[in-house]
C-alpha cells in the first residue's frame, strides 16, 4: 500500500454473470485530493464505487480505503467514508432537520451533540434557512445538498460521491462545485463520479477516465494533460507569402517540429500551422528563433486541445 494514497485498488473486478462490468483496474485517489471519476453511462463508475463502499464485493482483487481493505474490515472502511448514491433516496416524508438527525442517529452520535451538529451541517451546506421544511418541498439542488450534508454527519475522511451534480440546472452545479472545493480546504478527500466533464475539470485536483470497465487514462490533471496531448497545434500569422517562407525554413529543423503547412490567409497575412510534439521549452525555441531570423509576427497561437477534446478522444479508444 501507497501511504499517500487514501483510496487505492489493486485488479478490483467485478463480474456480473459472464459479463465484467468493471475489469480488474487500478485507482489511485491521493489524500487531500479531489479526484473526479469520468466516463460515459454504463462504464462502471458506479459498480466500482459500489466495491470501495463495501455494498457490493469484488469478484477479484482488492481495494484499500484509509488503509483498510474492503473485504477484511469493511466496518472500518464505512466509518472511513461518506457515501452519496445517485438517487436521493425514501425518506422524502420527514423534515430537513430530522432527516439529518435520523443519519446521526444511525451513525451514533449521541442525542446531545446531534442538534450542533445538524446546525453547523445546515449552515455548511447553506439550508440552515430550509430546516423545517419537508424534505420532498426541497428543489433537486437542495436534496443534493442535503444529501451531501448526510454524508458528513460521522465526519468522514473520504467522500464517494456518485454523480453529485446530474440533474441539477447550471447554478446548482456551481453550489455543488463550490461546496465540493469547501470540503476538500476541510482537509477531506473527494472522490466524485461524472459523465460531464466540464464539472471535474474545473475542480479537480485529479481525474480517471473509465470506459467499459478499463482505466483508460489516470493522473493529476496536469500529468494528464501532458500524457494525453503529446501534439500541440502552433499557427503563426505573418505579414506576406515571403516572410511565411522564411519562417517554414528557419523551424523546419527544430526538435519536435513534426511538420508545416500553409493555412488559407485571413485578413491578407500569411498563416503557417505547426504540428510539435515539444514541450513549453520547445515553444519558447520556436519563438526565439524566430526573433532571432528577424521575422515579424504578427499573431502566435496555439491550439489548445481541452480536456473535453482529450476525453472524446480517449473514449473512443484513440489515445494519441
Ligand atoms: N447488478 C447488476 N447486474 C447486472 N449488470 C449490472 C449490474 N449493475 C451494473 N451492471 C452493468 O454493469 C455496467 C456498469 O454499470 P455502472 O452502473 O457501474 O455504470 P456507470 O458508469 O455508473 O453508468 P452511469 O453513468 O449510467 O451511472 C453496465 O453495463 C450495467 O448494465
Ligand atoms: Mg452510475
Not at 462545485?177 to 463520479?193: C, H, W
Not at 494528464?224 to 507569402?241: A, D, F, G, K, L
Amino acid at each position: 500500500m501507497d501511504e499517500g494514497l487514501i483510496i487505492q485498488t489493486a485488479d478490483l473486478k467485478k463480474s456480473f454473470g459472464k459479463f465484467d462490468a468493471v475489469k480488474e483496474i487500478t485507482v489511485e485517489v491521493p489524500a487531500g485530493s479531489i479526484y473526479g471519476f469520468v466516463g460515459p453511462n454504463g462504464a462502471g463508475k458506479t459498480t466500482t464505487m459500489r466495491m470501495l463502499t463495501t455494498l457490493t464485493r469484488p469478484t477479484k482483487g482488492q481495494a484499500w480505503v484509509n488503509g483498510y481493505s474492503v473485504t477484511e474490515e469493511p466496518r472500518a472502511v464505512r466509518r472511513s467514508i461518506g457515501y452519496m448514491p445517485d438517487e436521493f433516496g425514501v425518506y422524502d416524508d420527514m423534515r430537513v432537520w430530522e432527516y439529518l438527525d435520523f443519519f446521526a442517529a444511525c451513525y451514533d452520535i449521541p442525542e446531545g451533540e446531534r442538534k450542533r451538529l445538524i446546525n453547523d451541517l445546515l449552515e455548511l451546506v447553506d439550508l440552515s434557512h430550509r430546516r423545517d421544511d419537508m424534505v420532498d418541498k426541497l428543489s433537486r439542488g437542495m436534496k443534493q445538498r442535503l444529501s451531501l450534508a448526510r454524508t458528513l454527519a460521522h465526519d468522514p475522511a473520504v467522500l464517494i460521491l456518485d454523480e453529485p451534480a446530474s440533474g441539477l440546472d447550471p447554478r446548482a452545479r456551481v453550489e455543488i462545485r463550490e461546496l465540493l472545493v469547501t470540503l476538500k480546504d476541510m482537509g477531506k478527500t473527494i472522490f466524485f463520479s461524472s459523465h460531464i466533464l466540464a464539472d471535474v475539470a474545473e475542480i479537480c485536483t485529479h481525474i480517471g477516465i473509465i470506459e467499459a470497465g478499463e482505466m483508460v487514462a489516470q493522473g493529476s490533471m496536469d500529468e494528464m494533460q501532458s500524457q494525453m496531448m503529446p501534439h500541440r497545434e502552433i499557427v503563426i500569422t505573418v505579414r506576406n507569402p515571403e516572410a511565411a517562407e522564411k519562417v517554414k525554413t528557419l523551424l523546419q529543423d527544430v526538435n519536435g517540429v513534426l511538420d508545416i503547412k500553409d493555412l488559407e490567409p485571413q485578413a491578407g497575412r500569411s498563416r503557417i500551422q505547426i504540428n510539435f510534439t515539444g514541450d513549453d521549452e520547445g515553444v519558447e525555441a520556436i519563438s526565439q528563433k524566430l526573433s532571432e531570423g528577424g521575422i515579424a509576427v504578427l499573431g502566435f497561437t496555439e491550439e489548445t486541445k481541452d480536456l473535453e477534446a482529450m476525453f472524446m478522444r480517449v473514449t473512443k479508444g484513440i489515445v494519441t
